[in-house]
């Protein structure tokens, strides 16, 4: 039958912390943003109409880009914050569209399988504990809604619901945020009857009810999954078995074959566009730039951390070693500052990411025994640091994050790598080889892999932490042909392990707990031990 559907994603997401500056629409599963989830189960002849709101420029850009056969019409929210706004608000904008029948989904709602067309009214319900956040309906034995309770008191609803002598564990029947609307009239009519705000906002709930008053509606049991919380995004990245580590500030996906990297930064995107000229031999060309996204084509291959050969690895080392390295900066002139560039990029920003850390971690550096040693205070341990003699780098092509897990191995023995960094320190062309040398050391050492798998531990107690992590074998064998090939090179060994320990202290802010306190107790115990600080 012929339907349209409607997909309201106009609201702030204020729930949910990732959403803070992108659309809680485009939030990754398995690296497929959730609209792309709610958009895949439908079929390509059905028009689909958006409401969009907060952040609407990034959304409209994101499905131009990933769904160019679909046939999409955005529709623009004036109020999408504040008293009279809501989803009800966003559900009547779209009106002028939707004068058939319909299926209407929340943007922060997936279910596993295409919804069945509106050929009678219907909704989608699910079973919840808790009902202060829901829409909770009762229904008959013919699953037919027979009353609403919107988000009432759970103690009400327990007196309405639950039998005072039943001794199981309270399940409630709860709207998910998706419904087949047949007859749209009088669901739209429902909107002009009743105008009430539940919580300053206008709800689905006032058509709704006005619907099931006039009309029979069906309730639908559906496998569903709610994105729209912190706690409930958690819940179904863990469903999907999504360990990938997910950055505040960008996102990656993949769809139809083609990567889009979506920056919080459009400088960011832009400068990443502009250094793929320095590195076309080592990366995927880049296709296309968006504003805010940066879209390639997708490599096949195997993530070389994931590869045991040990001639494999050697390989590689050669490759950006001949592709990149090999390309160094003769300039006096630039190589000043570059050295300049180096002072700020390890010493400031060192300090600036420890005053992160701290801010959020108030007394962590307060421990003293770590792993059984007494370790002094980070601060005592950076002042030990030369970083004069830090910040005078060969200075080079570089890739910014040549970690094994950025490196993709082609049948051929090609190797093609990914997420180059946009700048070494506001510097596009040129970067510190020795950089790119402690980004893989460091990788090779605690690698991404272990931290998805949850392979590690930090046991806080009084004034002591104890932490351990898995090492994994193929990998502290491609450390030991590194570290070779650093010496052979007449690479400084100190100085690339000196880079890596300072590089865990700069990330341990950017990332969750407790890998973050991993990242800090582990900075501490090896600069310690290679600065050998309580030696002086």
Same mark, same amino acid.
Request: glycine share 4%.
């Given at each position: 039958?012929?339907?349209?559907?409607?997909?309201?994603?106009?609201?702030?997401?204020?729930?949910?912390?990732?959403?803070?500056?992108?659309?809680?629409? #485009?939030?990754?599963?398995?690296?497929?943003?959730?609209?792309?989830?709610? =958009?895949?189960?439908?079929?390509?002849?059905?028009?689909?109409?958006?409401?969009?709101?907060?952040?609407?420029?990034?959304?409209?850009?994101?499905?131009?880009? $990933?769904?160019?056969?679909?046939?999409?019409?955005?529709?623009?929210?004036?109020?999408?914050?504040?008293?009279?706004?809501?989803?009800?608000?966003?559900?009547?904008?779209?009106?002028?569209?939707?004068?058939?029948?319909?299926?209407?989904?929340?943007?922060?709602?997936?279910?596993?399988?295409?919804?069945?067309?509106?050929?009678?009214?219907?909704?989608?319900?699910?079973?919840?504990?808790?009902?202060?956040?829901?829409?909770?309906?009762?229904?008959?034995?013919?699953?037919?809604?027979?009353?609403?309770?919107?988000?009432?008191?759970?103690?009400?609803? *327990?007196?309405?619901?639950?039998?005072?002598?039943?001794?199981?564990?309270?399940?409630?029947?709860?709207?998910?945020?998706?419904?087949?609307?047949?007859?749209?009239?009088?669901?739209?009519?429902?909107?002009?009857?009743?105008?009430?705000?539940?919580?300053?906002?206008?709800?689905?709930?006032?058509?709704?009810?006005?619907?099931? *008053?006039?009309?029979?509606?069906?309730?639908?049991?559906?496998? +569903?999954?709610?994105?729209?919380?912190?706690?409930?995004? #958690?819940?179904?990245?863990?469903?999907?078995?999504?360990?990938?580590?997910?950055?505040?500030?960008?996102?990656?996906?993949?769809?139809?074959?083609?990567?889009?990297?979506?920056?919080?930064?459009?400088?960011?995107?832009?400068?990443?566009? !502009?250094?793929?000229?320095?590195?076309?031999?080592?990366?995927?060309?880049?296709?296309?730039?968006?504003?805010?996204? #940066?879209?390639?084509?997708?490599?096949?291959?195997?993530?070389?951390?994931?590869?045991?050969? =040990?001639?494999?690895?050697?390989?590689?080392?050669?490759?950006?070693?001949?592709?990149?390295?090999?390309?160094?900066?003769?300039?006096?002139?630039?190589?000043?500052?570059?050295?300049?560039?180096?002072?700020?990029?390890?010493?400031?920003?060192?300090?600036?990411?420890?005053?992160?850390?701290?801010?959020?971690?108030?007394?962590?550096? *307060?421990?003293?025994?770590?792993?059984?040693?007494?370790?002094?205070?980070?601060?005592? =341990?950076?002042?030990?640091?030369? +970083?004069?003699?830090?910040?005078?780098?060969?200075?080079?092509?570089?890739?910014?994050?040549?970690?094994?897990?950025?490196?993709?191995?082609?049948?051929?023995?090609?190797?093609?790598?990914?997420?180059?960094?946009?700048?070494?320190?506001?510097?596009?062309?040129?970067?510190?080889?020795?950089?790119?040398?402690?980004?893989?050391?460091?990788? #090779?050492?605690?690698?991404?892999?272990?931290?998805? $798998?949850?392979?590690?531990?930090?046991?806080?107690?009084?004034?002591?932490?104890?932490?351990?992590?898995?090492?994994?074998?193929?990998?502290?064998?491609?450390?030991?042909?590194?570290?070779?090939?650093? !010496?052979?090179?007449?690479?400084?060994?100190?100085?690339?392990?000196?880079?890596?320990?300072?590089?865990? !202290?700069?990330?341990?802010?950017?990332?969750?707990?407790?890998?973050?306190?991993?990242?800090?107790?582990?900075?501490?115990?090896?600069?310690?031990?290679?600065?050998?600080?309580?030696?002086?």
């Amino acid at each position: 039958m012929f339907y349209k559907l409607c997909i309201t994603a106009a609201g702030i997401g204020s729930r949910l912390s990732y959403s803070k500056d992108v659309n809680k629409a #485009l939030i990754p599963i398995n690296k497929e943003a959730v609209i792309s989830k709610i =958009i895949n189960i439908f079929s390509k002849k059905i028009e689909i109409i958006v409401a969009v709101g907060y952040q609407s420029a990034k959304l409209i850009s994101y499905l131009k880009i $990933t769904h160019p056969d679909r046939n999409i019409k955005f529709v623009k929210v004036d109020k999408f914050i504040g008293k009279g706004a809501g989803p009800g608000y966003s559900l009547v904008q779209c009106k002028k569209y939707l004068n058939c029948p319909f299926i209407f989904m929340a943007c922060d709602t997936i279910i596993l399988k295409k919804p069945s067309s509106p050929r009678n009214n219907w909704i989608g319900i699910s079973k919840v504990n808790k009902t202060k956040s829901f829409l909770v309906i009762e229904k008959n034995n013919k699953s037919e809604v027979t009353k609403f309770f919107d988000k009432k008191d759970e103690i009400y609803i *327990n007196k309405k619901l639950i039998s005072k002598t039943t001794e199981k564990i309270k399940k409630f029947d709860a709207f998910i945020g998706l419904a087949g609307i047949k007859d749209y009239k009088i669901f739209w009519e429902g909107f002009k009857k009743v105008k009430k705000l539940k919580k300053n906002e206008l709800q689905v709930s006032n058509a709704l009810e006005y619907l099931q *008053n006039n009309k029979k509606i069906i309730s639908k049991t559906f496998k +569903w999954f709610d994105t729209g919380s912190d706690e409930s995004y #958690l819940k179904t990245k863990i469903f999907f078995k999504d360990n990938f580590l997910i950055k505040p500030d960008e996102f990656l996906y993949i769809q139809n074959n083609i990567v889009i990297k979506y920056f919080k930064d459009k400088d960011r995107c832009k400068k990443r566009f !502009l250094r793929s000229k320095y590195l076309n031999n080592i990366i995927p060309s880049v296709q296309n730039i968006k504003k805010h996204y #940066l879209i390639y084509k997708f490599q096949k291959g195997k993530i070389l951390s994931e590869t045991n050969n =040990i001639y494999l690895f050697e390989d590689f080392i050669h490759h950006i070693n001949s592709q990149l390295w090999k390309y160094h900066c003769s300039n006096q002139k630039e190589i000043s500052k570059l050295k300049n560039i180096c002072f700020k990029f390890y010493k400031n920003k060192t300090y600036e990411r420890l005053k992160l850390l701290l801010d959020n971690n108030k007394n962590i550096d *307060n421990i003293t025994v770590i792993n059984k040693k007494n370790i002094p205070s980070i601060f005592k =341990i950076l002042k030990m640091v030369n +970083w004069e003699h830090l910040s005078n780098g060969f200075f080079s092509y570089f890739h910014g994050d040549p970690q094994p897990e950025n490196v993709i191995v082609q049948k051929t023995r090609k190797f093609v790598m990914i997420d180059w960094r946009e700048d070494f320190g506001g510097s596009i062309k040129y970067g510190d080889v020795y950089y790119d040398l402690a980004k893989i050391y460091h990788a #090779l050492i605690i690698s991404g892999h272990i931290i998805r $798998t949850n392979k590690y531990s930090v046991k806080i107690g009084i004034n002591q932490v104890n932490y351990k992590f898995q090492t994994r074998s193929n990998l502290i064998k491609y450390l030991k042909l590194f570290e070779k090939f650093i !010496l052979d090179q007449k690479y400084d060994l100190y100085k690339v392990k000196l880079i890596s320990y300072l590089i865990y !202290l700069n990330i341990a802010p950017l990332h969750h707990s407790p890998y973050s306190k991993l990242l800090f107790f582990h900075s501490k115990f090896c600069l310690n031990e290679l600065l050998n600080v309580n030696d002086k």
